[in-house]
């Protein structure tokens, strides 16, 4: 992610009556403000989605809200941990919140012997050395293993998972697949907050980077898909709660949808003309005519994104490459 200067907001902060934003503490110009990590229920057990990138301002922050929302300390305050992906800013602080989640328990319980509680760790299947590293450093008893033995409790798309007090389909989240800004990217779907979490596939400020365009802008279809449905039914969503940034309105789904294409149409443009004499199309040649007006330290995010719509153009046989290698890679409109 890139992005000018992020408008600050409180690193606690109340977004409705289920869900508490928690900024991460690790502010940059590609996190923005930070990570945002959200514990989701009316009262406890919570839902945490996400756990920020493991600094230690983070966790009085986390208690801080754990603190203001827990209505009984004699059952688990969360039960559920929903990892959005495999980023480090988003899963890095796993060890230290169990860690915090067991000191409570055993604090507001002693001598009573009872066993902690431990919250469910999901994420949909990717493997990953940190997350992976992360996992065999953990003591077992501070998390409830999946049926298999494992840690981590693999989720699928159409999931749901009841958020407290439950007993009704609005209080719940539902998990929908959304690659593209990694392969395990997900959303959620909250229909009490008319709402969606949207971790890095949008975020509350400038863009975001992906892994693959193509599978980015399929996925950011199937929101605006999911969130219109048919027969001009109504929104399912208003708000997004983004991985980063502020808490934005729906239509900026069709924002991001709507600058990819007009960036892939520029693409395709500029390729359609002649390029400057002696030269040939290639990433930089591109990034030149096509971010002049831009300040030339930003040439270098700008040249990852060519590449990006150049790999996608020619898997759809819309571009055709002619030879050389990376950035300096010559293209022609395919024939």
């Known amino acids: 992610m890139s992005a000018p200067a992020a408008t600050p907001f409180s690193s606690v902060t109340r977004l409705s009556k289920n869900v508490v934003r928690v900024l991460g503490q690790n502010p940059s110009k590609f996190t923005l403000q ?40 004699d059952a688990a305050e969360v039960n559920e941990i929903i990892l959005t992906h495999k980023h480090h800013d988003h899963i890095g602080g796993l060890p230290s919140v169990l860690a915090l989640l067991r000191r409570r328990w055993v604090d507001s319980h002693p001598g009573a012997g009872l066993p902690f509680p431990a919250p469910k760790i999901h994420k949909l299947p990717l493997v990953t050395p940190q997350l992976t590293s992360m996992i065999g450093c953990l003591s077992p008893d501070l998390y409830t293993p999946s049926p298999s033995g494992e840690a981590v409790h693999d989720i699928y798309e159409g999931q ?58 399929a996925s950011l279809r199937k929101l605006t898909a999911f969130n219109h449905g048919e027969g001009g039914a109504e929104r399912k969503y208003d708000t997004l709660y983004p991985g980063h940034g502020p808490t934005v309105p729906h239509d900026h789904v069709e924002m991001y949808l709507r600058h990819r294409v007009d960036r892939e149409n520029q693409v395709l443009e500029a390729i359609a003309g002649e390029p400057k004499s002696g030269d040939s199309w290639t990433t930089w040649t591109l990034v030149q005519k096509i971010y002049a007006s831009y300040p030339q330290e930003l040439w270098e995010p700008a040249a990852v994104s060519v590449d990006q719509h ?26």
């Open 34 to 73: 930070g990570t945002n990590t959200y514990l989701v229920g009316e009262s406890n057990p919570f839902i945490l989605v996400d756990t920020g990138q493991g600094y230690d301002s983070y966790i009085p922050l986390l208690e801080e809200a754990l603190n203001s929302s827990n209505t009984n300390r």
């Open 160 to 217: 749901t998972f009841a958020v407290t007090p439950g007993g009704s389909p609005e209080l719940a989240l539902e998990v929908i697949h959304t690659p593209g800004h990694t392969d395990d990217s997900l959303c959620l779907h909250f229909p009490a907050d008319r709402a969606l979490f949207t971790a890095d596939t949008v975020l509350g400020q400038s863009s975001t980077v992906f892994e693959d365009l193509g599978l980015y802008m």
């Open 310 to 335: 150049l790999k996608k153009l020619r898997a759809e046989g819309r571009v055709a490459k002619l030879g050389g290698e990376e950035r300096h890679t010559q293209w022609k409109l395919a024939t």
